[in-house]
């Protein structure tokens, strides 16, 4: 009985990411990703619906549709109404990738540390981020992406950026383009 209301919850809470997790704006992803099911696989996962968190450890992968992302801990926090509020994943880097709407190529994301704001449409990339995007690769210490508007903000470590020797980068902010195909 009591493995069936844990499984029971287990389930809820994975609907719920379900209906919070993707980001809404066709810009970032297929839009039929949506209508996919989610699957998650870790080592572990425990509930604790008192807090309202659900955490999967060890070799983290979920895929809906294009998207696959993948770390060694996920974190899901809920609001006291079982909204999705948060969703942070941790890894070796922590990796994201889903295929945008009429493109063939995928958009790209990692960093040791990521942040899902559901409410915001806003994904947060800390340490050694980066974010790959049709020709574009944006990389920097903090990155954070606004999925509806899809816009991207960047900053660098600025400890690095005043001589600081706690990193082998500049500390700066790098954006490349690369030229179109004709």
Known sequence: MYRQLYYRKLLISVLCLLTGLLPTAPAWGLSTDRDQPIEIEADAA??????KVTVYTGNVVVIQGSIRMTGDTMTVY????NE???VILDGKPATYRQLPDDSEVYDEAEALHMEYYGKDNLIILTEKALVKQEGLRFSGKRIEYDTVKSRIKARGDTKTQMGSDESDENGRVRITIQPRKK
């Not at 809920?78 to 109404?81: A, L, R």
Request: aromatic residues 8%; negative net charge; hydrophobic residues 25%.
């Open 84 to 86: 999705l509020d948060v």
């Open 78 to 81: 809920y609001t006291s109404e």
């Open 46 to 51: 425990e509930l604790d619906d008192e807090k």
